[in-house]
DNA sequence: GTTCTAGAAC
DNA sequence: GTTCTAGAAC
């Protein structure tokens, strides 16, 4: 019980999806990429979530007896658990098998990609290494090219592991990204007939251990997005939120990795930036107003887009979809 | 990471 | 009176 309730939300029943075999940068480890056939519906977050929320508190100890000093001691277990959770999945043997489509969106030799349990947009997932990493010559290999503690965030990836093992960790992290993209692309196209920016970074001071990437509808409309921080976190222009291809410039020319490294840590007070839309960068009082005006430039830009679809035929010129 | 809640802001 | 934020607790 509990997960009986179909994630699929959308207009078309049973319309799997499929990543494109467009990838065409990807290795050849990403070629065998399981992908989910089960849920469509990657944008409806509450009712995932609700699902997952059931899911956990079933596995967890609350038909013991009610006492204070027991539920204090549990509690704070269950809440440092939270902080290894995606730990949990990224070491998952068979993912598709073992972890419910109601998270897992795709799964390959070395990475898998999850939906994220609070949306900070429409479309929000996170993107992992799995451990044991095989190396990506060989992803039939049981054995790892590095410890699961190396992989424990960004900071641990660029200094721990060699510079062999971090591009390989970065690469297949960013070949998932791009089938996540594409599946979202699709998505937005199937739900809303158009398709709009995603952001694709690790934040500077991730609350969770294991190294995760986070792909993001540029919306910013999810039911996740609560405080001041959380929006901030996600802007591409302050630096808390570092884009995937800015990693990927640092470990070309590793010469200043200790600085930026060093910069990461001192990230957190950029957390604490006045609050203003990252669209138009108009103040914004508090998170309730910046939810509507978040409304309203989706609103907006839909219209756009459709306008100029039913005119051109066609959303945007190939020059824009560079990112 | 989220939830809870006291006190500030309205 | 209610709404909202930010820090402590989990």
Redesign the pocket.
């Known amino acids: 019980m509990g997960n009986c309730m179909s994630p699929v939300n959308h207009s078309r029943p049973n319309s799997p999806v499929t990543a494109p075999a467009s990838a065409a940068l990807n290795e050849p480890t990403s070629s065998s990429a399981t992908n989910q056939t089960g849920p469509t519906g990657l944008g409806d977050p509450n009712q995932r979530r609700t699902d997952r929320k059931g899911k956990d508190r079933a596995s967890s100890t609350e038909d013991r007896p009610v006492g204070r000093l027991h539920s204090?001691k549990r509690?704070?277990m269950?809440?440092s658990s939270?902080?290894y959770n995606l730990r949990r999945y990224a070491t998952t043997p068979n993912p598709t098998a073992n972890l419910p489509p109601s998270l897992l969106l795709l799964s390959s030799p070395n990475a898998i990609a999850i939906f994220d349990?609070?949306p900070?947009a429409k479309y929000h997932f996170l993107v992992m290494p799995r451990h044991p990493f095989p190396p990506q010559s060989d992803p039939e290999s049981r054995s790892s090219i590095t410890s699961l503690e190396s992989l424990e965030d960004l900071k641990s990836v660029l200094m721990k592991c060699s510079r062999e093992v971090r591009e390989e960790v970065l690469t297949a992290m960013a070949n998932m990204a791009r089938e996540v993209e594409e599946m979202i692309r699709d998505e937005m196209l199937k739900t809303e007939g158009f398709e709009w920016k995603i952001d694709v970074g690790f934040?500077a001071i991730?609350?969770?251990k294991h190294i995760h990437l986070h792909v993001i509808s540029d919306d910013r409309i999810g039911s996740?997005l609560?405080?001041?921080?959380?929006h901030n976190?996600f802007r591409p222009d302050l630096g808390f939120f570092v884009p995937i291809m800015e990693v990927q410039r640092w470990i070309e020319d590793d010469s200043n990795m200790q600085e930026r490294v060093d910069a990461l840590s001192g990230a957190e007070r950029l957390l604490h930036t006045p609050?203003t839309c990252h669209k138009c960068d108009e103040f914004m009082?508090?998170?309730?107003?910046l939810k509507t005006h978040l409304e309203k430039h989706f609103k907006e830009e839909k219209e756009a887009a459709l306008k100029h679809i039913a005119k051109h035929g066609r959303q945007r010129s190939s020059d824009e979809e560079i990112f």
């Open positions: 204090r509690s704070s269950s809440g939270v902080l349990a609070y900070k934040h991730p609350s969770m996740g609560k405080k001041k921080h959380h976190s609050l009082a508090n998170m309730p107003k």
